[in-house]
């Protein structure tokens, strides 16, 4: 069982940036993949980056490539997202998950945060 727990949300101005971070609880953090996804209003849950147990290796969302980082430190079972340049469009509540297998669809992720919202005004 793993408990996850988003800080980090705010409101910000368009093309700042935001640094998200998800704790983790457990002993086997780093056999997880880790994610973030999106949601905003009337919309579908978005993928938005992935990154590996060892976190040496990362997928993005063509939407926030360039943008956003992913990270993560096994010591401190954390995973981060910095996010920079954001822009009106990147509003929404944004979720931490776990997976046991790599992948961008949710149905992959067992364990999920209860969500942290980012609001960037123009």
């Known amino acids: 069982q793993v408990q996850l727990v988003e800080s980090g949300g705010g409101l910000v101005q368009a093309g700042g940036s935001l640094r998200l971070a998800c704790a983790a609880s457990?002993?086997?953090?780093?056999?997880?993949?880790m994610g973030w996804f999106r949601q905003a209003p009337g919309k579908e849950r978005q993928f938005v980056a992935r990154i590996s147990g060892g976190g040496d290796y990362t997928y993005y969302a063509n939407s926030v490539k360039g943008r956003f980082t992913i990270s993560r430190d096994n010591v401190k079972n954390t995973t981060y997202l910095q996010m920079n340049s954001l822009t009106p469009e990147d509003t929404a509540v944004y979720y931490c998950a776990a997976a046991r297998y790599a992948g961008i669809s949710a149905a992959l992720y067992n364990y999920w945060g209860q969500g942290t919202q980012v609001t960037v005004s123009s």
């Open positions: 457990g002993r086997t953090f780093s056999t997880y993949v």
